[in-house]
């Protein structure tokens, strides 16, 4: 196809559209549209974005949806004179440059939101975001009991309650935490691992084909964890049986880790909150039940923590190209910097105070380019129904005509 073609993709995802600045080959998944010369590429380029909801309903098929060369030829675009044509290209790339510039402002600006929610969590974790425990003592003059302290304790009591088990064999104490390479932590904290905070095994769940009735075991996805919205919309029906299940129903408080998934979001870790037994979870996401000597959410931000994603993203395997995966073993020894419990609390009033302002800030930035989305629109519209710049007499004529 020569230079100027107007190229528009008929396949899915259909309604991207360019125009070809050389000669181009193109394949069953692009209609090519050469114009007459007194029609200018732009402007059918941009009449063809605008109008990309009504094309789409020219599709049919069944494996995929594609819009045949004959369907395509009956698109009507009103062509108007060339020198309106030119005029109208011209407004609409003036009032597309502002919004560009616009949006680069608020991707910027969203960009600002993620590093510094990832500031809060790092300072949660470092000992940066509030007073110490081991300060705020020593400011009072009084004692506080350090984490290694706790630690200890909770330790004395996992041995405990393994002897009062009945269990056999020899008593297998926690793993200990990967620190090689990390700083010290704060004056009354420790590292621990996650083996030594949990109150019972890490758990991998359990996956099952969807139901193809309104009946079955509800089973969340992999987007609830990713999103942390565990709603019916991120769950599935499956043919799961009761015992296939059996100790896999949700409680409150517990985490849930992704095991498996793409490199950015292996290790993604949610919060559930919600009630008892509403669902359970799948194969590629792992539970971790941990100790009420440690406060829950502390331990949420901390595996949600750029400390903790970097060490599950770096100790993940698989083959290129795959998605990566964690094993259980590498969560057990996952360094976890542990603060008195005290501290712990106050650490996480203060991280829901902060992210709750960056969640508000990072909304009302979505609002705003949603807006810009729909005044692209609104721009395109105006401009082919002859509103945006003075209108001269236009015809209408099929992009297949002669």
């Given at each position: 196809?020569?230079?100027?073609?107007?190229?528009?993709?008929?396949?899915?995802?259909?309604?991207?559209?360019?125009?070809?600045?050389q000669?181009?080959?193109?394949?069953?998944?692009?209609?090519?549209?050469?114009?007459?010369?007194?029609?200018?590429?732009?402007?059918?380029?941009?009449?063809?974005?605008?109008?990309?909801?009504?094309?789409?309903?020219l599709?049919?098929?069944?494996?995929?949806?594609?819009?045949?060369?004959?369907?395509?030829?009956?698109?009507?675009?009103?062509?108007?004179?060339?020198?309106?044509?030119?005029?109208?290209?011209?407004a609409?790339?003036?009032?597309?440059?502002?919004?560009?510039?616009?949006?680069?402002?608020?991707?910027?600006?969203?960009?600002?939101?993620?590093?510094?929610?990832?500031?809060?969590?790092?300072?949660?974790?470092?000992?940066?975001?509030?007073p110490?425990?081991a300060?705020?003592?020593?400011?009072?003059?009084?004692?506080?009991?350090?984490a290694?302290?706790?630690?200890?304790r909770?330790?004395?009591?996992?041995?405990?309650?393994?002897?009062?088990?009945?269990?056999?064999?020899?008593?297998?104490?926690?793993?200990?935490?990967?620190?090689?390479?990390?700083a010290?932590?704060?004056?009354?904290?420790?590292w621990?691992?996650?083996?030594?905070?949990?109150?019972?095994?890490?758990r991998?769940?359990k996956?099952?084909?969807?139901?193809?009735?309104?009946?079955g075991?509800?089973?969340?996805?992999?987007?609830?964890?990713?999103?942390?919205?565990f709603?019916?919309?991120?769950?599935?029906?499956?043919?799961?049986?009761?015992?296939?299940?059996?100790?896999?129903?949700?409680?409150?408080?517990d985490?849930?880790?992704?095991?498996?998934?793409?490199?950015?979001?292996?290790?993604?870790?949610?919060?559930?909150?919600?009630?008892?037994?509403?669902?359970?979870?799948?194969?590629?996401?792992?539970?971790?039940?941990?100790?009420?000597?440690?406060?829950?959410?502390?331990?949420?931000?901390?595996?949600?923590?750029?400390?903790l994603?970097?060490?599950?993203r770096?100790?993940?395997?698989?083959i290129a190209?795959s998605?990566?995966?964690?094993?259980?073993?590498?969560?057990?020894?996952?360094?976890?910097?542990?603060?008195?419990?005290?501290?712990?609390?106050?650490?996480v009033?203060e991280?829901?105070?902060?992210?709750?302002?960056?969640?508000?800030l990072?909304?009302?930035?979505?609002?705003?380019?949603?807006?810009?989305?729909?005044?692209?629109?609104?721009?395109l519209?105006?401009?082919?129904?002859?509103?945006?710049?003075?209108?001269a007499?236009s015809?209408?004529?099929?992009?297949?005509?002669?």
């Amino acid at each position: 196809m020569p230079a100027n073609t107007v190229l528009f993709s008929s396949r899915a995802p259909i309604g991207y559209c360019v125009i070809a600045t050389q000669p181009v080959t193109t394949n069953q998944g692009f209609k090519s549209l050469v114009l007459k010369v007194d029609v200018l590429p732009e402007y059918v380029r941009y009449y063809l974005l605008g109008s990309k909801r009504y094309v789409e309903e020219l599709a049919s098929g069944t494996t995929f949806k594609e819009i045949s060369g004959r369907r395509m030829a009956e698109v009507e675009i009103p062509i108007a004179p060339l020198d309106e044509q030119h005029r109208i290209v011209t407004a609409i790339e003036t009032h597309f440059s502002r919004l560009d510039a616009a949006v680069s402002m608020l991707q910027r600006a969203k960009a600002n939101v993620r590093r510094a929610r990832a500031s809060v969590l790092t300072a949660a974790v470092e000992g940066r975001l509030v007073p110490t425990e081991a300060a705020l003592a020593r400011a009072e003059g009084r004692s506080f009991e350090p984490a290694s302290v706790l630690l200890a304790r909770i330790l004395r009591e996992r041995e405990a309650a393994w002897r009062a088990s009945g269990a056999r064999g020899k008593y297998k104490p926690p793993v200990r935490p990967d620190v090689a390479g990390l700083a010290e932590v704060p004056e009354g904290w420790c590292w621990a691992s996650v083996d030594a905070l949990l109150r019972e095994p890490l758990r991998n769940g359990k996956s099952a084909k969807p139901s193809e009735t309104d009946k079955g075991i509800r089973t969340l996805t992999l987007t609830a964890v990713t999103t942390c919205k565990f709603t019916d919309q991120n769950t599935k029906l499956t043919v799961a049986t009761a015992d296939q299940v059996d100790g896999l129903w949700l409680e409150p408080g517990d985490l849930l880790m992704q095991r498996s998934n793409t490199p950015q979001l292996v290790g993604t870790t949610a919060l559930y909150r919600g009630p008892r037994n509403w669902a359970v979870y799948p194969d590629l996401l792992i539970r971790v039940r941990t100790t009420p000597r440690v406060s829950v959410e502390f331990a949420a931000l901390a595996l949600i923590s750029p400390l903790l994603r970097g060490y599950f993203r770096g100790s993940a395997k698989g083959i290129a190209g795959s998605m990566p995966k964690i094993g259980q073993d590498t969560i057990q020894m996952a360094p976890f910097p542990l603060p008195p419990l005290p501290e712990q609390h106050r650490i996480v009033a203060e991280v829901d105070r902060r992210l709750s302002t960056l969640a508000a800030l990072d909304a009302t930035l979505d609002t705003n380019l949603a807006r810009c989305a729909r005044l692209r629109q609104s721009i395109l519209q105006r401009a082919f129904d002859g509103r945006l710049v003075p209108a001269a007499d236009s015809t209408a004529t099929p992009t297949g005509a002669p």
